[in-house]
């Protein structure tokens, strides 16, 4: 079973800088795409970005395009979140997640971490 778990978040002041890292471990790691998603206190969940891992073709949500960029690394199974620019808005609880095929979901999940930008 994969099991992914995310690490980096914190506290960062609006401007600044975090990188969230997400580690695969398990005997089957062969992701067709890997996202990252978040949800803020109140708020359903949302599409942050993503990253095909055959060729690394990115997708980003329109509200971090620009500030946000997605990574992959296939020695490591790992992928990354470098956040720049953070800005309140971007406060929420951030999780990684495993989509094993192009039609499949994605349905495996890490427990997350938590992202707090002040003002």
């Known amino acids: 079973q994969v099991q992914l778990e995310e690490s980096g978040g914190g506290l960062v002041q609006a401007g600044g800088s975090l990188g969230l890292s997400c580690a695969a471990s398990?005997?089957?790691?062969?992701?067709?795409?890997m996202g990252w998603f978040r949800q803020a206190p109140g708020k359903d969940r949302e599409f942050v970005a993503s990253?095909?891992?055959?060729?690394?073709?990115?997708t980003y949500a329109d509200s971090v395009k620009g500030r946000f960029t997605i990574s992959r690394d296939n020695a490591k199974n790992a992928v990354n979140l470098q956040m720049n620019s953070l800005q309140p808005e971007d406060t929420a609880f951030y999780h990684c997640?495993?989509?094993?095929?192009?039609?499949?979901?994605?349905?495996?999940w890490g427990q997350g971490t938590q992202v707090i930008v002040s003002s």
């Open positions: 990253i095909r891992w055959s060729d690394g073709l990115t």
């Open positions: 997640a495993y989509k094993r095929a192009v039609g499949a979901d994605y349905d495996v």
């Open positions: 398990g005997r089957t790691f062969s992701p067709f795409r």
